[in-house]
């Protein structure tokens, strides 16, 4: 897990309402958008996410799963990637984006 990050999700956990294994998304603000219009858009596709992403494992069971593609998506506006080591991974895609791709383009990019 990348340092201190455990600090950080253990500050944002939703324990308050049951769902300790859940953290809080950043608001819009905390990704520095200040845009009204780009606020509104982003506030309704932000979600919280699963605690363990970063520590545990994938395990798919399912075989039919073997011939899906795979990716490892690395943000590099946030640090050198604990996934760069991922690259020469037989049978996974590794990509670098920077947060405006990871905000942004799906927004900018529809039609």
């Given at each position: 897990?990348?340092?201190?990050?455990?600090?950080?999700?253990?500050?944002?956990?939703?324990?308050?309402?049951?769902?300790?294994?859940?953290?809080?998304?950043?608001?819009?603000?905390?990704?520095?958008?200040?845009?009204?219009?780009?606020?509104?858009?982003?506030?309704?596709?932000?979600?919280?996410?699963?605690?363990?992403?970063?520590?545990?494992?994938?395990?798919?069971?399912?075989?039919?799963?073997?011939?899906?593609?795979?990716?490892?998506?690395?943000?590099?506006?946030?640090?050198?990637?604990?996934?760069?080591?991922?690259?020469?991974?037989?049978?996974?895609?590794?990509?670098?984006?920077?947060?405006?791709?990871?905000i942004f383009g799906p927004?900018?990019?529809?039609?």
């Amino acid at each position: 897990m990348v340092p201190g990050l455990e600090t950080v999700y253990k500050k944002r956990t939703l324990r308050e309402e049951g769902k300790e294994w859940l953290v809080e998304s950043y608001t819009p603000e905390e990704f520095d958008v200040t845009d009204p219009d780009d606020i509104k858009w982003m506030s309704t596709r932000l979600s919280p996410m699963p605690w363990h992403t970063h520590d545990q494992p994938i395990r798919i069971t399912n075989v039919s799963a073997q011939s899906l593609p795979r990716s490892f998506i690395s943000f590099s506006e946030f640090g050198r990637s604990q996934f760069k080591s991922q690259e020469s991974v037989v049978g996974w895609d590794y990509h670098e984006l920077m947060r405006f791709d990871m905000i942004f383009g799906p927004y900018y990019l529809r039609v």
